[in-house]
């Protein structure tokens, strides 16, 4: 079972400022097979990013996905007040697992 | 607007049952892969079982035997029954549409469309 490690656990920012995301792989996702969601509290999540590197329908461009192998980035270019939430990734090259989450909150 | 609601959540014994529901608007949940995906205290995020619009089901090892994925067409509706729930079965459970294939007790691929998730809450 491929484990994914989300880093850091919380992200303190600003309106305004940069985030950059780390989702580490324990084996190799083939085919850049990788993923993120948003969760806001209480809601549903909401798929981000796929293949990844590919927005989903209607996601902002501030959001990007990078990395193959084992170490993929989410980056959001100016955090909206709308962008603090969980944060997950989740592979599918070989079954699926998800990340741990990464925190983004308001500093 | 698309849109899924879970309900059926709530508090079960160890070895009790509970039946959790997914009503789907704006999607036919029979013309979909729709999936069952939990969050649990020890585990994190973790697919639980699937059903592909052609009917097939596939689990994980971790619920196989003890759960039963299944849809109503006329409703719209998915359903997961859980039996012989453990303590470790707590979790917020949602329901989502998958993008992907599975085989055996592996599936292979993403959620595209989640609900806001029911809590499954199992005490020993």
Known sequence: EIVLT???GTLSLSPGERATLSCRASQSV???YLVWYQQKLGRAPRLLIYGASSRATGIPDRFSGSGSGTDFTLTISRLEPEDFAVYYCQQYGSSLTFGGGTKVEIK | EVQLVESGGGLSQ???SLRLSCTASGLTVSSNYMSWVRHTPGKGLEWV????SGGSTYY?????????????ISKNTLYLQMNSLRAEDTAV???ARFVGHC???SCYGYFDLWGRGTL???SS
Do not use: E, L, N
């Not at chain 2, 079982?49 to 592909?52: E, G, H, P, Q, R």
């Open chain 1, 6 to 8: 989300q880093s850091p």
């Open chain 1, 30 to 32: 083939s085919s850049s």
């Open chain 2, 14 to 16: 160890s070895g009790g």
């Open chain 2, 49 to 52: 079982s699937v059903i592909y």
């Open chain 2, 60 to 72: 994980a090892d971790s619920v196989k035997g003890r759960f039963t994925i299944s849809r109503d």
């Open chain 2, 93 to 95: 459970c949602y329901c």
């Open chain 2, 103 to 105: 085989v055996s007790s």
């Open chain 2, 120 to 122: 499954v809450t199992v």
